[in-house]
């Protein structure tokens, strides 16, 4: 069963900087594709960013430049360094495992950027 657990989010000043954590179990973490979604209440969930197996990234062009996924396979653990946050950056922060079947979210993190 997959099991997704964020760790990482919190309130920051605009300018400022956070990384996300989402530790992964009950699937091969290395194979499956992974990414970052995140969520404003009344809007749609939209991808931040994604990391596929082979490791090749995607970025929306809201966060290019600015953010950073990767993942460590010996930890089982999925990254999404942060910097340079602004006030639009504020939302629900969701891990997501795609194993090409179907996918799965974590119950997400929150993240508020004060001006």
């Known amino acids: 069963q997959v099991q997704l657990v964020e760790y990482g989010g919190g309130e920051v000043q605009a300018g400022g900087s956070l990384r996300l954590s989402c530790v992964a179990s009950g699937f091969t973490f290395g194979s499956y594709d992974m990414a970052w979604y995140r969520q404003v209440p009344g809007q749609q969930r939209e991808l931040v960013a994604s990391?596929?197996?082979?490791?090749?990234?995607y970025y929306s062009d809201s966060v290019k430049g600015r953010f950073t996924i990767s993942r460590d396979i010996d930890k089982n653990t999925l990254y999404l360094q942060m910097i340079s946050l602004k006030v639009e950056d504020t939302a629900v922060y969701y891990c997501y495992a795609d194993s090409g079947y179907g996918g799965d979210y974590g119950r997400g993190t929150q993240v508020l950027v004060s001006s």
């Open positions: 990391i596929r197996s082979g490791d090749s990234t």
